[in-house]
């Protein structure tokens, strides 16, 4: 079985607003819809968990399509972090799920999510032994600002040769996943994706080209930007 799990229990710091920026709307649609539709329009996955705040009371004003309708469920068990939310996510699937079972965590603030870029990760990985990431070659030059607490400003300049920026879905086993989770959590080494639990177990996740278009909504501006590409401007 194929699952998707939708971590969406933040608040948006960064983004602002009156609203938790999954629920902020994209031409006029909450952003958690877009990645819930991208899930139901791909045959292979037959069920899509969000993870929501305890007290979450915007979930049940999303429309859905109602295939999406059908596929999806909420798992009222989000933590203090994005790492726990997961976590927590799959622990309340530990009755349903198989430890073999593939498990798509998505982030909700990448709206830019398709059925094509799905159907490319499950292509590269379902006959992994592993796994891996949506990921993309870093194409800016990066620089290392200095530690002095001033205005930034350039420390050196950082080679960018074989460094990649991790996107999500990132795809993993159901077992696997959740006993580095739980590792990791427990050895007090928050993480901020899946692959890097899978990584401190010493497995190597693949890299698979995502898309720029998939970026993660994080600041005001970006939600400007992500309405230009769905308008196709
Ligand atoms: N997330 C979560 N539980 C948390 C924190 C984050 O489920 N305690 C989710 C967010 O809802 C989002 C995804 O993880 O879909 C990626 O996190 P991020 O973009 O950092 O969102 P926020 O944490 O909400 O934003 P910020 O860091 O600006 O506060
Ligand atoms: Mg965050």
Redesign the pocket.
């Known amino acids: 079985m194929i699952v998707a799990l939708?971590?969406?229990?933040?608040?948006?710091?960064?983004?602002g607003g009156d609203l938790?920026?999954?629920y902020q709307l994209l031409a006029g649609r909450p952003l958690l819809a877009y990645s819930i539709e991208a899930f139901a329009a791909s045959a292979e996955i037959s069920a899509i968990y969000v993870?929501v705040?305890p007290a979450d009371q915007s979930f049940g004003g999303v429309a859905l399509s109602a295939r999406a309708e059908a596929l999806t469920r909420t798992l009222p068990v989000?933590?203090?972090?994005?790492h726990?939310?997961?976590l927590n996510g799959l622990e309340a699937l530990a009755k349903e799920l198989d430890p073999a079972d593939w498990v798509l965590v998505h982030?909700?603030?990448r709206p830019g999510l398709t059925a094509a870029l799905v159907a490319r990760l499950l292509a590269a990985l379902l006959q992994d032994p592993v796994g891996g990431l949506l990921a993309l070659p870093v194409a800016d030059t990066l620089k290392a600002e200095r530690a002095d607490g001033k205005a930034a400003t350039v420390s050196h300049t950082v080679d960018r040769a074989g460094l990649w920026q991790a996107q999500t879905p990132q795809m993993f086993r159901f077992g696997l996943l959740r006993e580095a989770l739980a590792g990791a959590l427990k050895a007090n080494r928050p993480v901020t994706d899946e692959a890097s639990a899978i990584e401190a177990l010493g497995f190597a996740p693949r890299l698979v080209r995502g898309s720029p278009s998939n970026f993660?909504?994080?600041y005001p501006e970006d939600l400007e930007l992500a309405e230009k590409l769905l308008k196709g401007q």
């Open positions: 939708i971590p969406a229990a933040g608040v948006g710091t960064r983004i938790p920026k999954q993870v705040a989000g933590g203090a972090s994005r726990e939310s997961v982030d909700a603030a993660k909504v994080t």
